[in-house]
């Protein structure tokens, strides 16, 4: 019986920012209107190093952090609502 891989998991905040990738930003594809201040696309070379040192994203999602980094949960029956340039991110590897 072939034996189950480990798995072990990392969880952080990703912020999408672009002016600390623009030369990678702007050999990506031709912006007509300029880059974006938070386009995702800036947090492609981050999440890229992550894939590289083995670990694979399994969630993503858009998130308002507190100032203990918690996270704000929104209430969609009331209807609140925002804008968050910040993304929660889980990655997964297996344990060698």
Not at 74 to 82: C, E, F, I, L, M
Request: net charge negative.
């Amino acid at each position: 019986m072939a034996e189950r891989p480990q798995w072990e998991y990392m969880s952080v905040f990703v912020e999408a920012e672009a002016e600390p990738v623009q030369d990678y930003l702007m050999e990506l594809k031709t912006w007509k209107s300029g880059i974006p201040r938070n386009t995702p696309e800036s947090m492609m070379p981050r999440l890229d190093a992550y894939g590289q040192d083995g670990w694979e994203l399994v969630h993503m999602e858009p998130v308002y952090v507190g100032r203990n980094a918690d996270v704000l949960v929104v209430d969609s029956g009331r209807g609140a609502s925002g804008w968050s340039s910040t993304y929660f991110c889980v990655f997964k590897r297996v344990v060698l």
